[in-house]
């Protein structure tokens, strides 16, 4: 199976194909260009403006598109969510950002009940076309009101899109398609990743929602991850190929659409399956995952399938106790181990 990075021509071609920059970078070059090709498109949210973002992704945009398009607002995050379906509604293109994912509780009502239903209610007559940048999960001690994973809630509402990008490259290719797309997208950041690094074309170029990406081949077992953790399932198989163990990693990418073909195809291959995810074992994304594994894969699996995930506890503040909460190389390590023959 070929992986994204072979199928378009990253590695070769111009100079512009060798540049290496941040997720960040890579964010904040995918909204630029953007609000440069198409006058609808539009960014608020708290902060993004004059301070440039809570995580400076939007920073220099006030300069070069000016306040009526990069707006910042008060605190209030159903006003800011609510403002952007309106927009939507009406013929623009907005993208709205949520500080950190934790606050996404306070615009379910908009989200779950206007944005994920309108045009479905109306019969195609409205689109939605918002796209709701937000962030996630630990690794800076910020406590347990902001280092959640919460992206299970919004794998439960049919209408909407769920976007979780690794690597710079699909940082930038998947939020231009999230703002092209015609219907609501939920855009998770992950706040440890805004400092990693990857090649990222100055080109325009999308990623399509709901096509994962075989970021490892392998033919031993099959590791189903996205966001931050696949940076530890990458470390994982690295470590497990110095004892011939050949580990497939799949970058699942997007959540909602989730590409089951290709994770069929994976497990089909290797016959063993590890699903890792930084979100709490209950409920979360891996048990949907997991389900469907036993639906469509479970003729070509030779041992359970296995989740690696967070533990079913608020996030400490402790560096010791919030490292303990979620997967590590070694949890990894031990989770493939334990499907191996």
Known sequence: MTTEQTKTP?????DQDQRVLTYSQAINEALDQEMARDESVFVMGE???IYGGAYGVTRGLLDKYGEERIRDTGISEAAIVGA?????????????EIMYVDFMSLVMDQLCNQAAKLRYMFGGKTKVPLTIRTEGGAGRTLGAHHSQSLESWFMHIPGIKVVMPATPYDAKGLLLSSIRDDNTVVYIEHKMLYNSKGLVPEDDYTIPIGK????????????LSY???????????EELAGEGIDVEIVDLRTLLPLDVETIVESIRKTS???IVEEDTITGGAGAEIGMRIMEEAFDYL???????AGADVPMPKSPVLEALAIPSKESIIEGIREVLP
């Open 302 to 308: 030779d041992a359970p399938v296995k989740r690696v």
């Open 272 to 274: 063993r399956a590890v």
């Open 47 to 49: 902060d993004v403006a």
């Open 227 to 237: 966001s931050r953790q696949l940076l530890f399932c990458q470390e994982a198989a």
């Open 212 to 223: 994962a990406d075989v970021k490892r081949p392998g033919k031993d077992v099959t590791v």
């Open 84 to 96: 952007g379906i309106g927009a939507a509604i009406t013929g623009m293109r907005p993208v709205v």
């Open 10 to 14: 990253v590695n070769t071609s111009t």
